[in-house]
């Protein structure tokens, strides 16, 4: 009788042992990853730093990389507006490589002056809060009142980039309110311009500006909305003189 209940004991206490060895490995050596990342490197990143894009991507270190998914934080990262594209890429054994095309802003809209930065499609990028404001065209416009007129006015700011205006000029403002009276302020001159037709009427006034700057003619207003004709108004001698 005394000899079963040892053997009883034995068993239980070897039992025991079993469990706290299983339970330990367990937590010990299952639960760490295969294959845990180690690094995560991004890439053609600029304009936002390896912290931002991390507490965008929320990829989690000492993940596996495994069980990583790459089309969930390509998701995540995809939400800021400041990037376009995102590739995810895994380079076992530990290392993430994360790929970013940022989105490049387009214009400054201002909005009841608040100024928004804009990519080229129109989409608000973020507000300017602070005095420090990026060399871009503002375009002065209520996208959700004037939308005929703010449409027009990203065409016509890609045609001025196009044609190399907006590097020459310290500031330019597109005000369109109405596409018919769409208008651009280049440092002190206005030039009246309209809806449509903005490549041959910006070819004219690049013609006429260098004629004018030839001549030492400073100018007031440009209307360039009627066809094959400019109409100039010079800046009166009182004007220049205040």
């Known amino acids: 009788m005394f000899f079963f209940r040892k053997r009883n004991i034995v068993l239980l206490i070897g039992i025991v042992i079993s469990a706290l060895c299983i339970y330990t490995y367990h937590r010990v050596f299952a ?3 295969l294959y845990p990342v180690e690094e995560i490197v991004f890439i053609d990143n600029k304009r936002l730093t390896d912290e931002e894009l991390g507490e965008i991507a929320k990829a989690g270190m000492r993940k596996s990389l495994l069980t990583v998914s790459c089309r969930e934080i390509s998701r995540r990262l995809l939400e800021s507006p400041w990037i376009r ?11 993430l490589a994360i790929t970013i095309q940022e989105t490049e802003p ?38 959700y009142k004037e939308r005929e007129g703010f449409s027009e006015a990203l065409f016509l700011v890609r045609v001025l980039n ?19 009276e769409l208008s651009i302020e280049m440092d002190e001159t206005v030039v009246k311009i309209g809806a449509g037709g903005y490549d041959e009427k910006l070819e004219r006034f690049l013609q006429l500006e260098k004629d004018l700057m030839e001549r030492n003619i400073p100018v007031d207003c440009i209307d360039l909305r009627f066809d094959d004709k400019a109409i100039v108004k010079p800046i009166t001698a009182k004007k220049v003189m205040e």
């Open 31 to 33: 639960m760490k990853p």
């Open 106 to 143: 387009f214009a400054l809209l201002d909005i009841h002056e608040h100024l928004f930065i804009i990519d080229e499609k129109g989409k608000f990028l973020e507000e300017l809060k602070d005095d420090a404001v990026p060399f871009l065209p503002v375009i002065v416009s209520d996208p």
């Open 162 to 180: 196009d044609k190399g205006l907006i590097l020459g000029k310290d500031h330019i403002e597109v005000i369109a309110h109405k596409p018919q």
């Open 85 to 95: 594209s995102a590739s995810v890429r895994k380079e076992f054994p530990g290392t």
